[in-house]
């Protein structure tokens, strides 16, 4: 008995939960048939049965039922409907199905005969079968998670109403029946769900098996690729002449090609059909993409007529066919980036020739003759790695091809060196990322040793190449060969699709608001995006090329290794790879939130037609909330959990209180002068005693222009606390007082009429409110006048109340009105003190 139950326990433990939820479903429908189930509790278990389990009252059994009946039903037919459990069984057994013809290729007699490229897309081939089943589990899990829930719903249901049998066992005998149907039904649907989640169950098992099957055949293949990494400094043959001189029956060249294409058939049909619904949307893509080229290339030419653009920078827009079949092979290359290789190799043949055809006028004539040679000998490599199952045949191939190419790059090296340096001045195309309109800029001298230096470092790796060859070190022969033509038709497929990309760009930003735009940012923005985008290409190329030459998984290891390397200091542990992610979150939070700000303020806010200052408002406001997000998301990156940082805020709250309350004031104040605005920037205010003019308003000062030139920073707090005077708040309309005095003699209606039409008459004057004067005073010796303009929105009133007194004294004159004189009494007391002193005093 006991080595039963341990049997039972182990069975459980290798199950999993899918063992448990089994055990579970057999013993809920062992008891929903089991004919117990059907008869009344006994007597002294009735009372702990109403307390364990709800009762439904007499009154409302019908109505209950009713919908225990629909949801029973409802429970039951999703159960035997099972299009999730068929789709799902019809999955897994094609994926066990593929797995068992991919596990008879991955032998470790079979892996033996493969190449590193071919154990590569192998081993891509396990990892997608990794992922469908990973997909496949997820999904079986979220089934069997709802069927689990319907089981025990149906089972609670079913106790409630067998407590409510022993409760209403005294009740109408028409209820009593209705309670026995619900549990009848209730128990029936225990049954009829049982079925499907032990099947549930199974394919759980099912899969779980599958995915470790799997787990273990990337691993082994990943072994096999590390295995073959190590040896690459390591002889793993014999010598080629001791090779050649053996009796050692090769295998036949078909057996290795024949393992190799059906590696590549097999993983191609799975890979698309793991991407059965995104390969006809791009097949679409491209088909509507092709129309669209050549209405690009109809623009193209209209723009260089018109002088918008070079016919050099456009040329790549005048192969429309040649620019397509570039992006097609570009978006092909991203659809298998983790598919077949060989067809990814198929793919960058295939586009050698329309990349040739964009990029004849752009390649420098040093490399010229390689970049077509290249295609050859490209084609060669692919067709010799296929023949790596007769190793003497590979091998004997190998080294005509690194012949051949040691003998070119040779010879262009040596004209590299005898032609000279490419002078200033010269006409230079637009490379990629590269938007200048003129088609011939000043290139900086390039010198002659760096493309003839390029050109012999690879003879020098070619040499390598055929020697380890020769002297039985396949390994590293065939990595070599195919990284040096891999990385340079990279090279070349990369800068054709950015230049196909860059002049695509051209002519979008050539429409009216985009040109608008470039040409306001072509000194801040466009000049990042150029640089970044350069070197995005440029990191990816090196990516490319340091996987290819094998050296990429090290580097990477040991990168992560100094990255992840942590220092404890006290409670806070540090490591390198928190600190880059520090600096480079911030440095993105700041240039983000800059040039967010920047497209705010003078591109989009403006096109609202928003209120004067609201615009500058928005923007620096969402400059700051971008700012404080970023820095909270470096501060993430750094390790730091932003759910612990209330303590450091709480500890910076009360230095707030303490010592920052002049910086806390004054960023209150500013967060007031924005969304109150009683300042906006252009204002002329009066503020501590200086007239000037608002040029910036930020969180804790705003800065002030006077109209002498000095710049004046302000503390918003101050801004606030003082007389604020602002004379354009509600515009800039001002009124002109100017006070003048004529004699008694004049009348004064004359003079009224007079100084009205003066004004009437001035540029600069407002007709509404209109010109008025009055007569304010009759002093001794004069009467004096006030006459009042406003000025016009757009005038300048100082300019205005300068021509305006130029004018009144000019009428005056023709009029011939005197303004009187101040007059002045002198009354002399006590003249005989003054005697001696005037000369006229004794007179």
Not at 92 to 98: G, H, I, K, P, Q
Request: proline fraction near 5%.
């Amino acid at each position: 008995m006991i080595k039963k139950i341990e049997s039972r326990r182990a069975w459980f433990k290798r199950s999993g939960p899918y063992g448990w939820l089994l055990g579970l479903s057999l013993l809920l429908a062992l008891g929903a048939i089991s004919p117990g189930f059907a008869q009344a509790p006994p007597a002294g278990t009735a009372a702990a049965a109403e307390s364990r389990h709800e009762v439904i009252a007499p009154a409302d059994i019908p109505a209950r039922a009713d919908a225990d009946e629909q949801l029973i039903v409802t429970v039951v037919r999703r159960a035997n409907s099972a299009d999730a459990g068929r789709r799902l069984e019809q999955s897994l057994a094609e994926r066990a199905e593929s797995i068992k013809q991919l596990t008879d290729k991955s032998s470790s007699s079979a892996l033996a005969l493969l190449s590193v490229r071919r154990l590569e897309s192998l081993h891509r081939h396990w990892q997608l079968h990794e992922r469908e089943i990973a997909r496949s589990r997820a999904e079986l899990a979220r089934v069997l998670q709802s069927r689990s829930e319907d089981a025990a719903d149906l089972a609670a249901r079913r106790n409630v109403w067998q407590a409510t049998r022993v409760s209403a066992a005294d009740s109408a005998p028409a209820l009593v029946q209705r309670v026995d149907e619900l549990i009848a039904l209730a128990q029936q649907g225990e049954v009829d769900l049982a079925g499907p989640l032990a099947k549930l169950l199974e394919r759980g098992r099912t899969a779980s098996a599958l995915a470790t099957h799997v787990h273990n055949m990337v691993n082994a293949v990943q072994t096999r690729i590390e295995d073959l990494d190590r040896r690459l400094l390591v002889i793993d043959a014999p010598p080629l002449w001791q090779a050649a001189a053996s009796d050692e029956v090769a295998e036949p060249v078909s057996v290795g090609l024949r393992s190799s294409l059906e590696i590549e058939r097999g993983f191609a049909r799975d890979h698309d059909a793991s991407s059965a619904k995104l390969l006809p949307v791009l097949v679409l893509s491209a088909l509507a993409l092709l129309p669209m080229m050549f209405w690009l290339k109809r623009r193209a030419r209209q723009m260089v007529r018109d002088g918008q653009a070079s016919e050099l920078s456009m040329q790549i827009l005048s192969r429309p066919l040649a620019a397509w079949l570039v992006l097609v092979a570009l978006g092909a290359m991203v659809y298998d980036l983790h598919g077949p290789i060989m067809r990814q190799q198929m793919v960058m043949l295939l586009a050698w020739v329309p990349v040739l055809v964009l990029l004849q006028r752009r390649i420098p004539p040093a490399v010229g003759p390689w970049a077509y040679l290249s295609a050859v000998f490209y084609f060669f490599n692919v067709v010799a790695s296929l023949f790596v199952g007769s190793l003497l045949v590979y091998r004997f191939g190998l080294l005509a091809l690194n012949l051949l190419m040691l003998l070119t790059l040779g010879i262009l090296g040596w004209r590299a060196l005898r032609e000279p340096a490419v002078a200033q001045g010269e006409p230079a195309d637009e490379g990629p990322l590269n938007s200048g309109a003129s088609a011939v800029q000043p290139a900086n001298q390039v010198p002659k040793w760096l493309p003839a230096g390029l050109l012999l470092l690879a003879c020098a790796v070619l040499l390598a190449s055929a020697l380890s060859n020769v002297l039985g070190n396949i390994s590293l022969t065939t990595m070599l060969t195919g990284a040096v033509l891999d990385s340079s038709y990279a090279a070349l497929a990369l800068y054709a699709g950015a230049s196909v990309l860059v002049a695509l760009l051209q002519v979008l930003l050539a429409r009216p608001k985009l040109a608008q735009l470039s040409k306001r940012h072509a000194g801040t923005l466009v000049p990042v995006v150029v640089r970044l985008g350069r070197i995005l290409l440029l990191l990816g190329w090196v990516v490319y090329a340091l996987q290819d030459f094998r050296i990429y998984r090290p580097l990477y290891d040991m990168l992560m290794a100094a990255l992840t390397f942590q220092v404890a200091l006290g409670g806070l542990t540090l490591s390198l790879g928190s600190v880059v992610a520090f600096v480079v979150a911030t440095w993105a939070s700041f240039w983000v939130a800059r040039t967010l700000r920047t497209l705010l303020a003078e591109d989009v806010l403006p096109a609202l037609k928003l209120p004067l200052g609201v615009g500058q408002s928005v923007s620096t406001i969402s400059y700051y909330c971008v700012l404080i997000f970023g820095l909270l998301t470096a501060l993430a990156a750094a390790g730091f959990k932003v759910g612990e940082l209330a303590i450091v805020f709480g500890a910076l709250g009360i230095g707030i209180g303490l010592g920052l309350q002049d910086v806390v004031r004054n960023f209150v104040a500013g967060l007031i002068l924005m969304f109150e605005r009683p300042i906006r920037p252009g204002d002329v205010v009066d503020v501590a005693g200086l007239t000037a003019t608002v040029r910036d308003i930020g969180l804790r000062a705003t800065t002030l222009t006077t109209f002498e030139g000095a710049d004046v920073v302000l503390p918003n707090g101050m801004i606030l606390a003082d007389k604020l005077v602002n004379w354009t708040l509600t515009g800039n309309s001002r009124r002109i007082n100017i006070d003048v005095s004529t004699g008694y003699e004049v009348s004064p209606q004359q003079t009224i009429a007079m100084l009205i039409g003066i004004a009437q008459d001035l540029d600069g004057v407002a007709s509404f409110p209109p010109p008025s004067a009055l007569l304010t005073g009759l002093t001794p010796g004069a009467l004096t006048f006030n006459v009042r303009a406003w000025t016009t929105q757009q005038a300048d009133w100082v300019a205005v109340r300068s021509a305006f007194a130029m004018r009144i004294r000019d009428a005056f004159a023709e009029a011939n009105i005197v303004v009187p004189l101040p007059q002045r009494e002198l009354h002399i007391h006590k003249a005989d003190s003054l005697k001696g002193v005037l000369p006229d005093a004794a007179a």
